[in-house]
């Protein structure tokens, strides 16, 4: 494989969901959907340590609770069943009783106690599940490690997404190769706080339940929590993550001398997958990403960048190319964020609009045509103190109307 170095991280260009040691993966159409494949499945040979984030939404979907329980019984888990095309939300009893077969169908199949699987739906809400489809075909799922397999799976947990979303990284812990890699899915209703979007990591790395949490929700907070399409967060989105210890390093913990680089290797894993997830939001054209600097805090930086990111009418200019600041400039000041008003500098790719908030003479169509571009970034200082924050979204195109009006069609 080639590798591509990234700081103490190296990307590895052929990597799939699979080349951590331990896992498989298998993904196939059983009719929930027209045509694309619709069931998965993440297998891995030993009990892994586990742990998931969930919607912020407080309708949640039958599958998170059904997740939450397997999780919260040891912090292990050995597999995952998905589907997509399906939310199996607002589903009421029967859709409980649904997810709990799920799980004890693939439990069976694999030879496992039920709480080592998890569940995960993804799809249409308020639907009930056709079970008819998938319970029969969960005993057609091989596992396996072929890059076809990981492609497969990819496919399988999409719905709306353009495209398949996955990375795959390598850092040194313990002197002993450690690798990660996720696939995601996520094209509409993306909201920080995760919807709709579904993320599975895993990793070799030696590390328990609870520590594999921490650092995942720190990565999180920085990463999927800080993407935005079009401010909606649905019923069924989860991050989860599973580390199978194989690469036998020393347990990561706090206080060992890489638990920073194993922290970054999580947060560039998710980072990946966040950004993927923005740029194909539904019928975008361009990823925006807004950096924040000078806020009172990191947090409040990050405030202002997701505001902004989020603006409907930020992201309509960027989609009709318009260097139109004003847009940017009261975002800031709707944030929420302290700020001073005279104080602000905005800036569209390396061109400055803004200083102290007083307008600076530039080209419009030169940042006309830096809007054009398929990533575009907006930079903005607010010089109140030492905080600093990014998050990322997309344009607002026709298109989104046009996909959202007919997705039940």
């Not at 297998?43 to 939450?68: E, G, M």
């Amino acid at each position: 494989m080639v590798l591509i170095k990234e700081s103490s991280i190296q990307k590895m260009e052929k990597g799939t969901i699979v080349t951590p040691a331990g896992f498989q993966v298998s993904g196939m159409h059983t009719g929930v959907k027209r045509k694309r494949h619709d069931l998965g499945l993440i297998y891995c040979d030993v009990p892994a340590s586990a742990a998931a984030l969930y919607t912020q939404n407080i309708i949640q979907a039958a599958p998170l609770q059904v997740t939450k329980e397997s999780i919260a019984q040891e912090g292990k888990l050995q597999a995952v069943i998905v589907n997509s095309g399906n939310a199996n939300a607002c589903t009421g009893k029967q859709g409980e009783a649904d997810a709990y077969i799920m799980r004890q169908a693939a439990a069976d199949y694999l030879s496992l106690p039920e709480q080592m699987v998890a569940v995960s739906s993804t799809g249409i809400i308020g639907l009930e599940m056709p079970m008819d489809h998938i319970i029969p075909n969960i005993e057609n799922l091989h596992p396996a490690t072929h890059a076809k397999d990981a492609a497969a799976f990819n496919e399988s947990i999409l719905t709306t997404d353009t495209c398949s979303k996955s990375t795959c990284h390598q850092t040194l812990i313990d002197g002993k190769k450690v690798t990660m890699a996720g696939s995601a899915k996520g094209s509409g209703m993306i909201e920080p706080n995760m919807g709709t979007m579904l993320a599975f990591v895993t990793t070799d790395a030696a590390i328990e339940p609870d520590m594999l949490h921490l650092a995942l929700k720190e990565a999180t907070d920085k990463t999927f929590n800080c993407i935005t399409v079009d401010g909606d967060t649905s019923t069924n989105d989860m991050v989860l993550t599973m580390a199978s210890g194989k690469a036998a390093n020393n347990t990561l913990t706090p206080e060992h001398s890489d638990w920073v680089n194993f922290t970054e290797l999580l947060q560039q894993t998710c980072e990946d997958l966040a950004k993927m997830i923005a740029r194909d939001g539904e019928g975008a054209t361009t990823l925006i990403e807004v950096e924040v600097n000078g806020a009172g805090s990191n947090d409040e930086a990050v405030k202002a960048a997701k505001t902004i990111v989020g603006s409907s009418l930020v992201k309509t200019a960027v989609y009709g190319a318009d260097p139109n600041w004003g847009r940017i400039i009261a975002a800031v000041g709707r944030s929420g964020v302290k700020a001073d008003a005279e104080a602000i500098d905005v800036s569209i790719g390396t061109i400055p609009l803004l200083e102290n908030s007083q307008p600076l003479p530039f080209s419009e169509a030169e940042v006309s045509d830096y809007l054009k571009n398929d990533d575009v970034t907006i930079a903005v200082n607010l010089n109140v103190g030492n905080g600093a924050g990014r998050a990322w979204g997309c344009d607002l195109t026709y298109d989104y109307v046009r996909i959202n009006a007919s997705y039940r069609t």
